[in-house]
């Protein structure tokens, strides 16, 4: 399985970026995709999961109903729409796959990841 992450980039407060993941190999025996963010010097956080048919979504509470995960299976791609951004969004995020849900929220949960697209938000 291979993940290439895309769309991050500099924007200021309160602005919005989608970002997305394009997946390929051996994705129909993974699961679920999900985002995580590492900021300098912190650990790789949670952001947001989404099961293979799309029917459950997960978020971290500092990021619920500001931002959106779907999926287009068709397109083996996963995008995470980020509205409202704030200064502390501010991370390399990461997508990831896993083989199960059962600890969506745990990143030693997920076995392949990409290679990280940064988000920088300005006040």
């Known amino acids: 399985v291979q993940l290439q992450a895309s769309g991050g980039g500099l924007v200021q407060a309160g602005d919005s970026l989608r970002l997305s993941c394009a997946a390929s190999?051996?994705?129909?025996?993974?699961?679920?995709m999900g985002w995580f963010r590492q900021a300098p010097g912190k650990e790789r956080d949670f952001v947001a999961a989404?099961?293979?048919?799309?029917?459950?979504?997960y978020y971290a509470d500092s990021v619920r109903s500001r931002f959106t995960i779907s999926r287009d299976n068709a397109k083996n791609t996963v995008y995470l729409q980020m509205n409202s951004l704030k200064p502390e969004d501010t991370a390399v995020y990461y997508c990831a796959v896993a083989p199960y849900s059962g600890y969506y929220y745990l990143a030693s949960s997920y076995d392949y990841w990409g290679q990280g697209t940064q988000v920088t938000v300005s006040s």
């Open positions: 989404i099961t293979r048919s799309g029917g459950s979504t």
């Open positions: 190999g051996r994705t129909s025996s993974r699961y679920i």
